[in-house]
């Protein structure tokens, strides 16, 4: 008799929900952490003329040479460290999940952060251990310290600065971790544009450290690219779970082009966290709203009725994220991602509106 999923497929991935990506056609969409900003025309017809003299027939450079080199100029990568390019910072996550899945290996983080920390775990076998944070969003020590004593986990994610709360913990607590962590420590930049700090510099100084970025904060989330950045000894192990030639060769010659005038890019954050501050200024005026503090592209803010006020928003127009549910520190929360000086404005009028309803 043919067995079906219930039989077939493992326990823990049938207990999983799947990543919900909503439909955002006609929305002022502010829920993904884009960039709102296009590339300027003249660079967009380089991008063309590129694309359209790719050797589409071949396969691509299965390093990426000329695009990690472009990486390591563009992020500050140390001599002597290497890049590992992943489809997007989820396969880098897949790669390290898969890589150390030892029979009994615990992978931790810290609750609430990347959903994807925990899922991606589960989806290599691996323990997923989540501590959770202060009611401050930032790291317990206390806390922390006792989970790697107990769990001696071989990898530990640090989002840094933390997805969804927008907020860069200590940075001593932060380096107190790497320092007594007995396995790998990532510390997922993705926000870096918009912080102004990094740990990127510090890779030659702690043998266990890897940085991981994406430019899809950058304004390039449909090219799907990540890097992780640390000392080759890791990277050529990790290099050999990663799917070959898993960068595409529109992604490889239009990241490379895009980063030789990463200034643009520069001026686009500049102009978001001016957005960010107005936005969040904004929000503290509003009767029964939260901000939170953000060094992110997004704002986590709080309200009395979350889940009412995400629905009358979005017969409004206007989509965000509501986390309400997703853990116990976001109850009645929503992020909304920085947009144009006028999808703000909207927004703002949209949630004025909703809270009033």
């Known amino acids: 008799m043919t067995k079906g999923p219930e039989e077939i497929i493992r326990d823990e991935i049938r207990a999983l929900k799947a990543y919900h990506v909503p439909p955002a056609a006609g929305m002022v969409k502010l829920d993904a952490m884009e960039n709102p900003y296009r590339l300027p025309e003249d660079l967009r017809a380089n991008i063309a003329r590129i694309a359209a003299e790719a050797e589409l027939n071949r396969y691509p450079d299965a390093a990426a040479a000329a695009l990690s080199d472009e990486l390591r100029r563009a992020f500050g990568v140390p001599a002597g460290m290497d890049v590992l390019l992943g489809n997007g910072s989820d396969e880098l996550i897949q790669v390290l999940a898969l890589a150390v899945a030892r029979p009994g290996a615990v992978i931790l983080g810290v609750e609430p952060s990347f959903v994807m920390f925990r899922m991606i775990a589960t989806f290599a076998g691996a323990r997923y251990v989540g501590v959770d944070l202060r009611e401050d969003f930032q790291i317990d020590a206390g806390r922390m310290a006792a989970a790697i004593e107990r769990h001696q986990p071989a990898l530990v994610f640090l989002a840094w ?19 007594t962590a007995p396995g790998l420590v990532v510390l997922d930049e993705a926000y870096h544009a918009f912080a102004g700090k990094s740990f990127i ?9 890897l940085v991981m970025r994406t430019v899809s904060k950058l304004g390039l989330a449909g090219l799907r690219l ?34 030789r005038h990463d200034r ?22 509003l009767p029964g709203v939260k901000p939170y503090p953000s060094e992110a592209n997004f704002i986590l803010f709080r309200t009395s009725n979350a889940e009412r006020v995400f629905g009358a928003m979005k017969e409004r127009g206007v989509l965000v994220k509501c986390l309400h549910g997703s853990h116990r520190l976001l109850d009645n929360c929503l992020r909304v991602t920085v947009g144009t000086p006028g999808e703000n404005s909207e927004f703002l009028t949209a949630l004025e509106r909703s809270l009033a309803a």
Request: charged share 25%; net charge negative; glycine share 4%.
């Open 161 to 179: 600065p933390n997805n969804p709360t927008g907020n860069l913990f200590d940075e001593d607590l932060v380096a107190h971790v790497i320092e």
């Open 226 to 259: 990540g890097a992780l950045a640390g000392a080759p000894a890791w990277l050529e192990q990790l290099a050999k779970v990663r799917l070959p030639y898993n960068i595409n060769v529109l992604t490889q010659l239009i990241a490379a082009e895009v980063l």
């Open 201 to 209: 510099d510090r890779l030659p100084r702690y043998r266990n450290l």
């Open 264 to 285: 643009v890019l520069t001026e686009q954050a500049r102009a978001i966290k001016l957005e960010r501050g107005r936005l969040h200024e904004a929000l503290a005026l």
